[in-house]
């Protein structure tokens, strides 16, 4: 606890300032102790209404001491239960991944004893500075050298509750002349209605030609399909933010290429609710090709012809599996699936016999379609085989939850009550500068066998 180690280290001081009894002193304070906690951890997503972008966003905020003090016996208990902030990885993954949210256990018990001692703001005084968010105007992966824009504005209508929507734009010559490696993009939403914003991007094929843009909006799909839209690239969603590349890795945008915005709208129907909106994403290039391609590594593993019975809440998918076909980095893993996810899992068997569990998730949540972003790159060698195994809930309990009908098989599916089995990985091959040759040659769908 901070103030703790300032007591210590000022005995007289604060002796002098404040007479209190030891059990008083101990107690943490809003100012001293809770207050830099919630603003590293809980404010990305807990801040005022309209302050951010993306997904980032929760019911209330708890920037200030009149905010969080109604809340804090349920702070207390949600991060004594790990449910917050979310994140729904295993513990044994703590210090893993770069975008991990996670307390630590002095952390949690300073918001628990401060919850379990009274709530005090304690001195004003010893409150960090506010933090800072990037506004919805700002970039927050600098200024973009190319900004594609929703050809028109677009009305999310009064009585929509949920609405998934696609709209697409193809680059001219004007906007792209050349293709461009792309080491950095940001979805940047226009309105604070915005659940999830992905981008997808397809390139023209040999003839220069694309295929019929996406049909949208639509209230059943939860994203367009691959051979009209083509690859997901990736977006913001609840507490994810800017897609970043590490150092000396990128993805080459084609002229010609169709940009597919691909925004799940999210507010509460009712009059007057209704709202405009024309979002943005900004791409940064860099300047020299970059020396590894994303997408020249694994491929990713999926299944499409599981059925899930009815009211099972427990059903096993897999595991299927990968095998990398030359050194390969692993920059992130995402479990794809849809409401009735329940469990994840990705496991590597390396050439020399050992296994490891790269990723396991034994909570899945619906509304938290994490990227999990190594912190340090993940090499595995040639011949490693990745196994993916995914779990589902079909329970009635579930379907009470999230509106889904438990007794009828679930099969492979666009809208969110269908199923999908997806194990991603971003990654990239070792060898060969810039190459955007797939390395992990798999069939396609190394499920079906
Ligand atoms: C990535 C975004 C995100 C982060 C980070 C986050 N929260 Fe939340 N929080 C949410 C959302 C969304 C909800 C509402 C939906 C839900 O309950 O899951 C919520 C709900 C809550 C609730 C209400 C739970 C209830 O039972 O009604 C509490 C309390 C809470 N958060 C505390 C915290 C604290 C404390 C932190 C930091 C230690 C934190 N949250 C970090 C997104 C976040």
Redesign the pocket.
Known sequence: MKRSALVSLLPLAVAVATPATAAERDAPTFYGDVLP??QM??Q???RPAGANYGG?????A?TTYAEVRP?AR??A???AAR????WDAHPQHDGTFANE?V?NQAEIET?VNWAGSGAAPGDAAEAPPPREFPSTGGWVVGEPDLVVTMPEPYFVEDDVDDLYAAFSYVLTEEDLPEDRWVVAFQCKPDSDIIHHFNLHLLPPDENGELPAPPEFPNQDQIAPSPENAGSYMGGVS??SDANRYPEGYGFLLRKGSRVTFDIHYHKEAGEGTGKWDQSSIGFVFADEPVERSLGSGLRPIMNFTFAIPPNDGNHQVGPYSTVARRDTDIIALMPHMHMRGKAARFEAFYPDGTTEVLLDVPRFDF??QTVYYYDQMKRIPKGTRIEYTAWYDNSAEKAARYGFDSNRTVRFGQPSTDEMMMGFMMSAGVSGPGSSDPGGETPPRSGDH
């Not at 980032?56 to 209330?60: C, D, I, K, L, S």
Request: proline share 10%; with cysteine.
């Open positions: 906690v919630l951890h809980c990305d997503c807990h980032m966003r929760a019911p209330m708890l809340w349920s702070i208990r949600t991060v449910e917050m902030p979310p949210r307390l918001l609840s507490g509304s938290w």
